[in-house]
């Protein structure tokens, strides 16, 4: 079984805000590849289609962890099978790297679930935000994209959603 989870904030005043690049993630690959709608589970938004989980904390991008650490613990899912898409603002806008067991760095959301699951051998799909002004990263990552960065994000989804199929269909190794 796979647990694929895309970290974000619940609130639709957060859709389209860097934060949210993991939901945004996670919905468009639901509706490609026909899962489920979501349900409630816990903390989450889960759908599930025969052994892969897609998963929507529900718990504000901070503690992401919780929700993480209650549907893998529930399905018995092990770190290595685990799959987060997350923003990251240590990469330029729209470029993207995919790793495994690496540290947060400074991304509270990725601290949450090291610190929930006890370990950081997690696969990462990391998505860039950082478009190169100065700013206040507290402030940026909530505010909505700029047109012209919205359109580069929106192409970098859809490239992930590629990769995720290619990573479910062959194996997540042969995309790092």
């Known amino acids: 079984m796979i647990l694929i989870a895309g970290l974000g904030n619940p609130e639709e005043k957060y859709n389209n805000t860097p934060h949210n690049i993991g939901f945004a993630v996670i919905d468009l690959f639901k509706e ?10 816990k903390n989450v938004l889960l ?3 025969g052994n892969i989980i897609l998963i929507k904390p529900q718990t504000y991008m901070n503690n992401s962890g919780t ?5 893998s613990s529930y399905f018995k899912i092990i770190p290595d099978n685990i799959w987060i898409i ?6 330029n806008l729209g470029d993207f790297k995919i790793n495994k067991d ?12 090291i610190e929930k699951l006890n370990s950081q051998s997690f ?13 206040n990263l507290a402030d940026y990552v909530l505010k909505k994209f700029k047109k012209q960065d919205q359109e580069i994000i929106d192409q970098t989804i859809n490239k992930i959603i590629l990769l995720l199929d290619e990573a479910i269909q062959n194996g997540v190794e042969k995309i790092i």
């Open 32 to 41: 490609k590849f026909n899962f489920p709608e979501y349900s409630l589970f």
């Open 86 to 91: 997350h923003d990251e603002n240590r990469l």
């Open 47 to 49: 759908s599930k289609k």
């Open 123 to 135: 696969v990462r799909f990391r998505i860039g935000i950082n478009n190169g002004k100065e700013h």
């Open 67 to 71: 929700g993480v650490e209650q549907v």
């Open 102 to 113: 690496i540290p947060a760095f400074s991304h509270n959301g990725i601290k949450s679930i």
